[in-house]
């Protein structure tokens, strides 16, 4: 990891006022207070475009469930490896829990993902958009000192796999609730006719 620390040391050594305020506010495009409730708006955004009340729900649910899902798995990992952030002195934002992989870089990409969906953007858009969404924020963190490279590194890998396979989650067939056997949804038994015993 030598390289892994020059590298951001070096980062760290041409930091200017202009370029910390820039990280701060773009950074803050992968902060989990803003990119869970984009991915929430992204869900009830998606209802109407589904069609049905049923089918969109389905569908709504599905797409917050990628990106909470994913948050939760990143967190998971970031526990496994264990990895310390850089340290106290090069930080210039809070920072909380371990840092590989980098939960704003893994969060940028998965709340942009939902977002250049629901947004109908072309095919090629959910890909470009939510990497280029992770490099931005990865970038802002290293400069801030509060992730190492590789932290961003594997933040965009994580977050672009994640969003690959949850992206096919989302776009699956979505089955409507078969009733038929529920009593409640029943269709009525007829009537006895007039003269007949039940």
Known sequence: MRADRAL?????????PAMVSAARVVG?????QLAYPLAAAAGVLARPQ?????LAGQTSMRLVAVVCAGGAVRRLCSELVRRPRPPVHARLAPAEGYS???KHTTLAVLAAGAVVRVAGLPASARWTVPAAAGVMVGLCRVTLGVHWPADVIAGLGFGLGWWWVGDRIISG???????????AFAAPSPLPAEGEHA
Do not use: E, H
């Open 8 to 16: 951001a040391a070096r980062v760290w050594r041409r930091r200017s």
């Open 28 to 32: 803050a495009l992968g902060d989990p």
């Open 50 to 54: 589904a069609g049905r009340a049923g």
């Open 100 to 102: 590989l992989p980098s």
């Open 173 to 183: 067939p979505i089955r409507r609730p078969d009733c038929s056997a529920c009593p």
